[in-house]
Structure formats: structure tokens, C-alpha cells
């Protein structure tokens, strides 16, 4: 077991709503990414936040937006929930702002759109 | 393009058998390179990084050519458990490091 939480760990929306998923970094870690990995797909990357700031982002569009807390936890929110949402959504932490490559993912969520 | 490709498979072989995961990258500014392995509805987690020298970890071996952009990942004498997907994943810094995943190779090995 890592240490990474998520939760939760399966939820269903329909379009348009908004949701929030939220993840609790391994201990000593200050670093999380987010992925959103579609059926048959690899993980994409969504952004990075290091110390309460995100410093990087991907191909996602800025209805996918994020926060980190002082205690290093973060949360993934996405407005106008489109079909093509659904996915699994990985929370991954890693020590400082430079990543050696060992990223320790939670178990992930399971978000259906309908 | 895909930043890293590979074959998706599935990869069906029998118990025994040895098995090669090919994967090619787009960007030769990839700083790093590893295998990860994510077990069926499960997250993913390190296998084993990828040197130009080439490494081993028990039955398991990867390769790394620069020139040509490409890993592999080389699994001899499959056992049941092996059975998973294989994510070929590069590490870029473009102004902040990130790991780029592949679509991953799906191996199934039958008794």
C-alpha cells in the first residue's frame, strides 16, 4: 500500500454537474499529480501541485481545475461534466518539486458520467 | 503523434514462455525512462527504470536506445502472475517534470 488515498473511490454523474475528488498524499510527500486514465488508455496528465501551487498542466481544458492544502492533500474538480469524462482518476505524490520518476499512486476514482 | 507509443496486444503466451514489450518516444529531450505495471482495475506501480546500459531485475529486462528512441522490456520463463498491463512511461521536463504514459501492452499468461 502506498500510503496515497482517494476518494471516493466510485461515483456516478450525470452531464453538466460538477464534481469533486480528493486525494491525501503519502506522508513526507509535497508534490501530487493528477491523471485521468479512459478505458484501454495510459494515464494522461492533468497538472501538478507543488507547495499549494499548481506548476504544470496538461491538455486539459480549465473546467479541470485543482487545489493543494497546506497538509500537502489535494482535490481535482471538473464543472460541465461532459461523457467523455468518464475515467479513472489517479492522484499520484512524490517528494519535492523535482520527480526522480517512482510516482506512488492511490487507488484511484471511478467517475461515470452519464 | 503519441509522445510514447506502444503495441497494445494482448500478449496471450503460455506459462514458460519469454515475451518482448517494444515502445518508441517522440521527444529526445525525455530525460528518463521506466516500465510500470498496473494489474487489472488496480493503480499503477514501478516495475523497474531503464538505463542505456541496459538492466536487469530477476526475469525481467529493459533496454534503452537513444538513437533510435526506443525501450523494451524483455520477460522470460511468464508466470501466471506476470499477467497485467505494461506502461511504458518517459520522464520530460518541459519548464517542470512530468511523467508521460504509454497506452500500455497487455500481457496474458495461460497455464
Known amino acids: 500500500e502506498t500510503g496515497v488515498t482517494q476518494s471516493p473511490t466510485h461515483l456516478i454523474k450525470t452531464r453538466g454537474q460538477q464534481v469533486t475528488l480528493r486525494c491525501s498524499s503519502q506522508?513526507?510527500?509535497?508534490?501530487v499529480s493528477w491523471y485521468q486514465q479512459a478505458l484501454g488508455q495510459g494515464p494522461q496528465f492533468i497538472f501538478q501541485?507543488?507547495?499549494?501551487?499548481?506548476?504544470g498542466r496538461g491538455n486539459f481544458p480549465p473546467r479541470f481545475s485543482g487545489l493543494q492544502f497546506p497538509n500537502y492533500s489535494s482535490e481535482l474538480n471538473v464543472n460541465a461534466l461532459e461523457l467523455d469524462d468518464s475515467a479513472l482518476y489517479l492522484c499520484?505524490?512524490?517528494?519535492?518539486?523535482?520527480?526522480?520518476?517512482?510516482?506512488?499512486f492511490g487507488e484511484g476514482s471511478r467517475l461515470t458520467v452519464l | 503523434r503519441k509522445e510514447v507509443e506502444q503495441d497494445p496486444g494482448p500478449f496471450n503466451v503460455p506459462e514458460g514462455a519469454t515475451v518482448a514489450f517494444n515502445c518508441t518516444y517522440s521527444?529526445?529531450?525525455?530525460?528518463?525512462f521506466f516500465w510500470y505495471r498496473q494489474d487489472c482495475r488496480k493503480e499503477p506501480k514501478l516495475l523497474m527504470s531503464?538505463?542505456?546500459s541496459g538492466n536487469e531485475d530477476g526475469r525481467f529486462t529493459a533496454q534503452l536506445n537513444r538513437a533510435s528512441q526506443y525501450i523494451s522490456l524483455l520477460i522470460r520463463d511468464s508466470k501466471l502472475s506476470d499477467s497485467a498491463t505494461y506502461l511504458c512511461?518517459?520522464?520530460?521536463?518541459?519548464?517542470?517534470?512530468?511523467?508521460?504514459f504509454g497506452t500500455g501492452t497487455r500481457l496474458l499468461v495461460s497455464p
Open positions: 506522508s513526507g510527500h509535497n508534490t
Open positions: 499520484a505524490s512524490s517528494h519535492s518539486g523535482a520527480i526522480t520518476g517512482e510516482l506512488f
Open positions: 512511461v518517459v520522464l520530460l521536463n518541459t519548464g517542470f517534470q512530468k511523467l508521460v
Open positions: 521527444n529526445s529531450a525525455s530525460q528518463s
Open positions: 531503464v538505463y542505456s
Open positions: 501541485y507543488y507547495r499549494e501551487e499548481e506548476n
